[in-house]
Every structure is written in C-alpha cells, then in structure tokens.
C-alpha cells in the first residue's frame, strides 16, 4: 500500500465566529472544513488537522463523525472549553503539553463548537482516520528502555520518546504506518542498518509521517530534552 500525503491549500472565505457567537447563526458544518481547524495532509488512512484556536474566538458548531486521535502541542488556555449543541458548556480542562488523546466518533457523531475566552492560543492536532475499521496492520513491540506506551486500543498504538541529551534508545521496527509528533524538540541522530546515519533537527509541534519497514536506533546528540509522541495506525 502506498502512502503518499497531498497538502491542502485552503482558498475560501471563513467566518471566524467570536466567543460570544450565538448557537443558532450557522448550520453545522465538517470538523476538517470547521474555523482554526487547519489540513496538514491527508492519505488512505488518515486527515491530520492543526487546531489553533486563538485567545478571544471561537469556533463554529461543526460536527465529528470519524474516530480521532491527537496530540497536544503547546500550553493548554486554562479557560478554553467545548459545547455540545443544544447543551450547556462543558467545565473547562486542563491538558498538559503533550498529552495523548482518542476519541470515537464513527457511529456516534458529535456536534460541538470549542470556545477560548483565554489570552494564549489552543494549538493541538486532530488526526482523523480515514475508515470506519482496522486498515489491518499490526504494531510491533517497543519493550526496550526510552519508550512508554500511551495508547493502545484497536485503532492505533503510541509510545512517548523522551530522550536527555546524549541518551540512545535501543532498536525498534516500526511495523505499522505512522506519525511522529514533536513535543519538544532538539537534535537527534537515526541510525538504522539499510542506510548512513542521519541527523534531524526537530522543532516543537512539527509533525511527520513514518512509513512502514524501518528498523532504528534514536540517539539525543543535541544539547535539550527531546520528546516525541509516535503513533502507528492498525
């Protein structure tokens, strides 16, 4: 199977509703079409979304009908929350930087608006899946030191990547098509057996695609904590 990612341009007029937006001023529309909800990219599998809602606005009622998972990537607005339809608010959370999510959705939809009165911006991915059932695939294991599982479910595996400056984690094969998400950022080395060594220089709330098939080592040789958050798809 071939994966290959298609960016989105988006060329089209959007109303960017305030936090004061009545329920009843548009109709509902798509998550992946909604305001501050972003395409990265898409293939078979998945639709990644950036959401970055600034502090004083809101989002549209738009509706989730696709199982998701997602990743937050910067300081979570203490005051930000979500509003089912027709619903009263729900109580603000707090989401710590780097904290894993998945929701289900294919089969119980959800209609919802999210609203930041806060003065710092939400900024997390949605990643979408694509089918409403397992593409087939099967994780392989990361029992060696480094890597923490932090999701497991019949949709996707993640395991969280910290590594101080200097610290290696052990071989892996990445069985499974995947994403890597940047939580915090630095420079590391890949060394796998099929290829020279290769030096990446990662940035917080970068994202990438990880095809299947590749075995690695990851060595932290920059000077800052680097944490990755690393999914594969089943």
């Not at 696709?66 to 937050?72: I, K, L, M, P």
């Not at 890597?180 to 220089?201: C, N, Q, S, T, W």
Request: proline share 9%; charged share 20%; aromatic share 8%.
């Amino acid at each position: 199977m071939q994966h290959r990612l298609s960016a989105f341009a988006i060329v089209c007029a959007i109303a960017f509703p305030s936090v004061g937006t009545a329920q009843h001023v548009s109709p509902s529309r798509a998550v992946e079409v909604e305001s501050y909800h972003v395409p990265m990219f898409e293939n078979e599998l998945v639709t990644v979304l950036r959401v970055q809602i600034p502090g004083g606005r809101s989002t549209g009622y738009h509706v989730h009908s696709r199982d998701q998972f997602g990743v937050v990537v910067a300081p979570f607005p203490p005051k930000a929350y979500a509003q089912i339809l027709g619903q009263a608010p729900n109580a603000p959370r707090q989401a710590p930087v780097g904290e894993v999510t998945f929701t289900r959705f294919f089969g119980a939809p959800v209609t919802h608006r999210v609203v930041n009165p806060d003065t710092i911006p939400l900024d997390r991915y949605d990643i979408l899946l694509n089918s409403r059932t397992p593409a087939g695939f099967t994780p392989a294991a990361r029992d060696v030191p480094g890597y923490t599982r932090v999701l497991d479910n019949d949709r996707v595996r993640a395991w969280r990547l910290v590594l101080a400056p200097g610290e290696t984690a052990p071989s892996i094969t990445q069985a499974a098509p995947g994403i890597r998400v940047v939580v915090r950022g630095g420079e590391i080395e890949e060394i796998r057996p099929d290829k020279r060594d290769r030096g990446f220089l990662l940035r917080a709330t970068e994202l990438y695609w990880q095809d299947p098939g590749a075995t690695r080592v990851v060595r932290n040789i920059g000077t800052t904590t680097v944490e990755l958050v690393e999914f594969e798809i089943k």
